[in-house]
Structures are given as C-alpha cells and as structure tokens.
C-alpha cells in the first residue's frame, strides 16, 4: 500500500472513532483517542528495525498520547533545545544579551556544516544572538560549544533542566563529548577535536565503522547519557512555548529561531502543507534520528510533538519516513478535533 494511502485511512479512522465520535463519558473517550493514536504510532514504527519514541499533545489540551513513553533515546543535537533555555536565563537575568559578541576559541571548533567549514582561520567572534541562531537553524555544533560553555557548561544546563521540573531528560556533555562517546573515543587527548579524532582513527580504524552516518550503535543507544523519554521533550517544548520557561521576549525569539530551522526538511514537515509552521529541531547521529516540536494548524490550533528512533538499519529514508508519516496523522487528528 502507498505511503500517502496509508496516512489517509489511518487519519480517516482515527476521524470516525476519535474526537468527533459522542462520548457517554469523556475521560474513557479521551482515553480511547490516546489509545488510537497511539496504535497509529505503532503501525507506522513498523517501517523501522530501530524503536520508535513518540509524544504528542495539543498547547490547549492535557492528554499526552505517546509510543514507547519512559523510554530513553539518544537526544543528539534536539538537546541544544536545553542549551538555548539556559542562554535566555542568562539573558534574562542581565548575566549576559544578545548582542554580546562572543571570540569563538579554535579549539572548539567541531565538526559539522558550519564554523568548522565555513570559517577555517582564526578571527571568529559573533553574537549570542547569532550563536543561538546557527545551533538552532544549522544544528551548527562549534555555535552549540561556544553556548554550552557560555551556559556553565553540561551541568549548568541539566540544572536549568530541573528548575523547569523536567526529569525524564539530561544533558551530560557539550557536542564534541557527546560525539567522542559516539565514536567510541574513551580518552580524547588534548588537541583539537579534528585532530582527536583523526589520531583516534589512525590508533583504532575499527571507530570508523561506528562513525558512519546510519552504524548501529547498541553501545551509544542504550547509554543513558545525554537521553530524554518522548514525554519529558513535550514538556518542555510545552513549558517553553507557555512562557514559564523565560520572558515572554525570549520565549518569542527562541520560538521564532526554531521556526526558521533549516535541516530535517522530510521529517516533521515530511507530509505537511507547505506553509505550515513548525518550530523544531532535528537530531541526526549514528542510528538516530530525532524531531521535536511545535506545529501550528491552519486553524491557529497548536501541538508539540517528539519522535525519537534508534537503532535503525534501513537508512535515512525510513527513518525520516516514519516521522512524517507520524506528524501527519497528528496534524489530521488535532486539525478536525472538535
């Protein structure tokens, strides 16, 4: 059966049993919609040999349906969400704005579609403002380190984490660390992380195998660091766009950075009108790959959304798949939900 057909009779059933069925009692109802949802879930994580991790919740509502819920998975780069909450903080605490300019020190430079190619000589300074938007809109890791460091570092923003009440979710590492225990380089020595790993990789070859861009990775997947349940992520992507989080002028730039992401353009969106709006961020390592965050409906009508998978064999096209077709049974449920 096409895709396309599939997400139509799914979202069709889920019509006709769901929200516009008339309940003798709301709570089982509500139940029961959960309940569907979450089979919907279920039948589309089959395309997958990985785990699919799955929340979803309207802004106005307080049924969660979820896939997989108290289950961990690797963040990857959907924890510079994390990173961003603490900055405006800061921010709001007068500790430091957005346009302080920031020297980007050459040993943080890490790896990916970024500073470390874009800008390869020394002499880098830029904005907090500026750094918040290549993390957010690129999944820039160099901009993610400079932050993190800015932040007080992994345990500065795990606390920021706690004060907000979200438990199901820690970040233990900046990104060069975090990719380290992915490639499975225990010790990196002094150098630059280039550098690290270019020795690591000459002491070791095997590490290569387990940094390619979709290895399995059972040792890097069933770590508990640097992991969040699909549940804890919607509550904070919740707590964030209701502005308890921050200032209401930092909750409005934060979420106008993430609705200019850039990456992830066939997962969350995969499915969805082209104009809908979607504040999110994506996460890509190993066998991971991740979506998470707020979709607005042509009607005004709000939902945060996290899909986690992991230990996927099948490659970048089946895991982007299974979260678009996922965000478009979502968006159908929550456009005709009465």
């Known amino acids: 059966m096409r895709r396309a057909s599939l997400v139509a009779l799914i979202s069709a059933a889920l019509l006709a049993s769901g929200p516009l069925a008339a309940p003798v009692l709301a709570a089982p109802a509500a139940a029961t919609t959960q309940n569907r949802l979450s089979d919907a ?102 901009s993610t380190d400079v932050l993190v460091q800015l932040a007080g570092g992994p345990a500065a923003v795990n606390a920021w984490l706690r004060a907000q009440g979200i438990t199901g979710q820690r970040v233990d590492n900046d990104t060069a660390h975090l990719l380290y225990r992915a490639i499975g380089i225990e010790t990196p020595g002094p150098g630059t992380f280039k550098e690290n790993v270019e020795a690591a990789f000459k002491a070791n070859p095997a590490l290569q195998d387990r940094d390619g861009p979709r290895a399995p990775n059972a040792p890097f997947n069933a770590d508990p660091r640097d992991t969040s349940t699909p549940e804890a992520m919607v509550q904070l992507l919740l707590r964030i766009h209701s502005g308890k989080a921050m200032s209401a002028a930092s909750t409005k730039t934060l979420i106008g950075i993430m609705e200019r992401c850039r990456t992830g353009g066939n997962r969350l969106k995969g499915l969805l009108p082209s104009d809908t709006v979607i504040a999110h961020k994506t996460g890509t390592l190993s066998s991971v790959a991740n979506d998470v965050g707020i979709i607005t409906l042509p009607n005004g009508r709000q939902f945060a959304i996290a899909v986690f998978v992991k230990g996927d064999t099948r490659g970048t096209a089946t895991q982007d798949k299974v979260i678009a077709d996922i965000a478009r049974v979502a968006y159908d449920h929550f456009l005709t939900a009465n």
């Open 41 to 142: 879930f279920k039948l589309f994580a089959e395309q997958t040999d990985g785990t699919v991790g799955v929340a979803l919740q309207a802004v106005d509502g307080k049924d969660m349906a979820t896939l997989n819920a108290g289950t961990t998975f690797p963040m990857a780069s959907t924890f510079k969400i994390a990173v961003a909450g603490k900055i405006f903080e800061r921010i709001d605490k007068g500790e430091t704005s957005l346009d302080q300019m920031v020297t980007v020190d050459p040993k943080l430079l890490v790896g990916s579609y970024g500073m470390a190619i874009q800008t390869p000589h020394p002499g880098i300074a830029l904005s907090v403002h500026n750094l918040l938007e290549f993390m957010l809109t690129q999944s820039d890791n160099t």
